[in-house]
């Protein structure tokens, strides 16, 4: 008998819109190809707003929040290789001492959902962080993979079509994925919490205005 996986792991069944819907010119409306909003002059036009925070849905909580981070790093290694597992527990110590700003979690030994025995995970919470950090791992990395993946109102999306990898991929065993029961995320922009909660086989939202307090 054939195990029924309780999820569509085809990235086939997503669409994507244009890269430039959405966009909004500083420059006004004169010239409407992207070449006409080149500068010769060297000037730099106003910076995009993902130096700032990260693009929705993606989520923007911080390591205070009970909202999710904006990116997850997972980094893994072979527990049956010495020199891989004593990379990774340097590694991990190192990460630790550089950057005590991010969130980072224990060691694992044992399979934790669909990712295998040898992993620890990094939470980041801005693109500073994402910047500084991931550029840092791709020089720190070693023999190590390491798998980058958002967190947004679709967590199948983000572990089987928006993610990206460092060194060879390391296979999940998607077979043991199973969504949160509940999560929130942050758009700090519009100060707007987006509850998401599963019900059966169905993945609800809810977005809750943040009613800010004055004194």
Same mark, same amino acid.
């Given at each position: 008998?054939?195990?029924?996986?309780?999820?569509?792991?085809?990235?086939?069944?997503?669409?994507?819109?244009?890269? !430039?819907?959405?966009?909004?010119?500083? $420059?006004?409306?004169?010239?409407?190809? !992207?070449? +006409? @909003?080149?500068?010769? +002059?060297?000037?730099?036009?106003?910076?995009?707003?993902?130096?700032?925070?990260? =693009?929705?849905?993606?989520?923007?909580?911080?390591?205070?929040?009970? *909202?999710?981070?904006? /990116? +997850?790093?997972?980094?893994?290694?072979?527990?049956?290789? +010495? /020199? *891989?597992?004593?990379?990774?527990? *340097?590694?991990?110590?190192?990460?630790?001492?550089?950057?005590?700003?991010?969130? !980072?979690? &224990?060691?694992?030994?044992?399979?934790?959902? &669909?990712?295998?025995?040898?992993?620890?995970?990094?939470?980041? /919470?801005?693109? =500073?962080?994402?910047?500084?950090?991931?550029?840092?791992?791709?020089?720190?990395?070693?023999?190590?993979?390491?798998?980058?993946?958002?967190?947004?109102?679709?967590?199948?999306?983000?572990?089987? *079509?928006?993610?990206?990898? $460092?060194?060879?991929?390391?296979?999940?065993?998607?077979? !043991?994925?199973? $969504?949160?029961?509940?999560?929130?995320?942050?758009?700090? @922009?519009?100060?707007?919490? =987006? @509850?998401?909660?599963?019900?059966?086989?169905?993945?609800?939202?809810?977005?809750?205005?943040?009613?800010?307090?004055?004194?």
């Amino acid at each position: 008998m054939n195990n029924v996986l309780p999820y569509n792991l085809d990235s086939g069944q997503y669409s994507y819109d244009s890269p !430039l819907k959405g966009w909004k010119s500083s $420059l006004g409306t004169k010239g409407s190809n !992207l070449e +006409d @909003k080149v500068r010769d +002059d060297g000037d730099a036009r106003p910076l995009s707003e993902a130096y700032d925070r990260f =693009t929705l849905p993606i989520s923007n909580g911080g390591r205070g929040d009970t *909202q999710l981070p904006g /990116f +997850d790093v997972h980094i893994y290694f072979d527990t049956t290789n +010495d /020199f *891989q597992s004593n990379f990774a527990a *340097q590694l991990w110590k190192r990460i630790d001492l550089e950057f005590p700003e991010i969130r !980072l979690y &224990p060691i694992q030994y044992k399979p934790s959902g &669909p990712h295998r025995a040898g992993m620890f995970e990094v939470a980041l /919470f801005t693109p =500073t962080q994402f910047g500084a950090f991931v550029s840092w791992l791709v020089i720190n990395r070693g023999p190590l993979s390491a798998l980058i993946h958002p967190n947004t109102d679709d967590e199948l999306r983000d572990h089987i *079509q928006r993610f990206a990898w $460092l060194g060879p991929e390391v296979p999940l065993n998607m077979d !043991l994925f199973r $969504l949160r029961p509940e999560a929130e995320l942050l758009d700090s @922009k519009n100060n707007i919490i =987006t @509850k998401v909660w599963v019900e059966g086989t169905t993945v609800k939202t809810k977005r809750v205005k943040v009613v800010e307090c004055t004194n």
